[in-house]
């Protein structure tokens, strides 16, 4: 069992979970509430709120989280697979973070014009997974340095990809998610696949393989595409 692929599977693929903090205006008892969230790093997520929200408050206070996310699409809730990140909060005023927040959710540019909404980097320590009956482990976060540092490179990527291989996108959409659509737009790059937002929507593709290294990247698309023309 491949456990890192299994947890960024679950992570890369959702985009909303739960998010809890410790309450000290309430003795300690848990304050958890429903977020949308951008996945950066191998683990880590971001989150966007504001200044005077309880979360905000809370993590001011005493920076442990966790944030629970759930399959979207499962046939019993009692096999869908789930997980509990579990680490430390970090206000950023990373303007890279917050470019990647809206690309991921475009309705978020109206917050731009209030000052005290603030990106927060959830950095992850530890790691409940739940994949059903008999699959459940715990795993400590180990730095994987260059799925951090893939990210660097990728506003180059996704400019080259948008510019010049609109046809590979539509490809992918309809391939892998039985999509027709004409406006997509590659959103986010990582070492197992991409984003795609097609007519509003964001869609998860997976790669074949995954990247370890930069000099695979153009490899791994061309495989990709191959493997949906002969396909289809």
């Given at each position: 069992m491949n456990k890192a692929k299994n947890i960024c599977d679950l992570i890369r693929t959702n985009n909303t979970g739960v998010l809890s903090t410790y309450c000290n205006k309430n003795h300690g008892f848990p304050y958890g509430s429903f977020l949308p969230y951008v996945h950066i790093h191998q683990f880590d997520i971001i989150i966007l709120i504001s200044d005077i929200a309880e979360h905000t408050k809370n993590l001011n206070e005493f920076k442990k989280f966790s944030f629970v996310i759930n399959e979207d699409n499962y046939k019993s809730p009692f096999e869908a697979?789930?997980?509990?990140?579990?680490?430390?909060?970090?206000?950023?005023?990373?303007?890279?973070?917050?470019?990647?927040?809206?690309?991921?959710?475009?309705d978020s540019l109206i917050y731009r014009e209030f000052n005290d909404f603030n990106c927060w980097l959830l950095e992850v320590k530890h790691i409940r997974y739940i994949g059903g009956f008999g699959n459940m482990f715990w795993e400590d976060v180990k730095i994987n340095k260059f799925?951090?540092?893939?990210?660097?490179?990728?506003n180059e990527i996704l400019e080259h990809i948008n510019q010049d291989h609109q046809d590979a996108l539509a490809n992918y959409i309809e391939f892998f998610h039985n999509k027709k659509n004409i406006n997509n737009k590659l959103i986010g790059f990582d070492s197992i696949g991409i984003n795609i937002m097609s007519e509003s929507k964001n869609y998860r593709v997976n790669f074949l393989e995954e990247v370890t290294s930069f000099n695979q990247i153009r490899r791994t698309f061309k495989k990709l595409s191959d493997h949906v023309k002969e396909e289809k």
């Open positions: 697979k789930r997980l509990c990140l579990q680490g430390i909060a970090k206000k950023t005023n990373q303007k890279e973070f917050r470019l990647r927040y809206e690309r991921f959710f475009p799925e951090n540092e893939i990210y660097k490179f990728e």
